[in-house]
């Protein structure tokens, strides 16, 4: 079965650093991008960026340059998202999504992983 | 501000067929293809359709998306209590280098 496993839910302090997971399995994790997307509470979905495994080819969203770091390990099958500074507003549920495709082309998000809860607060 | 349009809310009851409208612009709607996804509450959204009216396998026929222009819709015929759901609409959009754009969803009632 092809699924994504996120790591789980994580309450911080504004300030601190976190970096969460996304573990495929069930296909070729080098063959497909991983999408990162940002639903913030009561909210709709957000693009935040995209990332091959093949070849860490990264793309981060013009609104989350900056802001968040996307990167891969895939010697075991995990693409991350990562923060060096939380605000409260980037408390939200972040899913991490697989794309249709291949290498030089990619679409619709065909598998989507569980989401992690980030909660930031003093 | 999203950059697809999506109403707000839809209704129907029980057997009827409902429309949800996007709407977006030359550089994602009118240059590239329309997915739908679904969000029932409290889990991950679902590919609905893809590449404008293509659904994914276990996707019921009851559901069809279409585009035109800079417009698409998704119209759920027969239409169930189970999809009483979130729906977002999303494109790839050319002025975004390879990045994808999100209606800001349609919450649909089920009367």
């Known amino acids: ?3 994504l496993v996120q790591s789980g839910a994580e309450v911080k302090k504004p300030g601190e650093s976190l970096k969460i ?15 990162w997307v940002r639903q ?19 793309r981060h969203s013009p609104s989350f340059q900056g802001q968040v770091t996307i990167s891969v390990d895939k010697s075991i099958s995990t693409a991350y998202l990562q923060w060096s500074s939380l ?10 999504a697989r794309p249709l495709g291949d290498r030089y082309y ?7 992983g569980q989401g992690t809860t980030v909660t930031v607060s003093s | 501000q999203s950059v697809l349009t999506q109403p707000p809310s839809a209704s ?33 959204p ?18 069809s998306g279409s585009k035109s222009g800079t417009s698409a819709s998704l119209a759920i015929s027969g239409l169930q209590s189970e999809d009483e759901a979130d729906y977002y609409c999303a494109a790839w959009d050319d002025s975004l280098n390879g990045h994808a754009v999100f209606g800001g969803g349609t919450k649909l009632t089920v009367l």
Do not use: H
């Open chain 1, 1 to 3: 079965e092809v699924q």
């Open chain 1, 21 to 35: 997971s996304c573990k495929g399995s069930g296909y070729t994790f080098t063959s497909y991008w991983i999408a």
């Open chain 1, 40 to 58: 913030m509470p009561g909210k709709g979905l957000e693009w935040m960026g995209i990332i091959y495994p093949g070849d860490s080819d990264t």
């Open chain 1, 87 to 96: 605000k409260a507003s980037d408390t939200a549920m972040y899913y991490c």
């Open chain 1, 106 to 112: 990619y679409y619709a998000m065909d598998v989507w």
């Open chain 2, 12 to 44: 129907g009851t029980p057997g009827q067929r409902v429309t949800i409208s996007c709407s977006g612009s030359s550089s994602n709607i009118g240059s590239n293809t329309v997915d739908w996804y679904q969000q029932l509450p409290g889990t991950a």
């Open chain 2, 46 to 63: 679902k590919l609905l359709i893809y590449s404008n009216n293509q659904r994914p396998s276990g996707v019921p026929d009851r559901f």
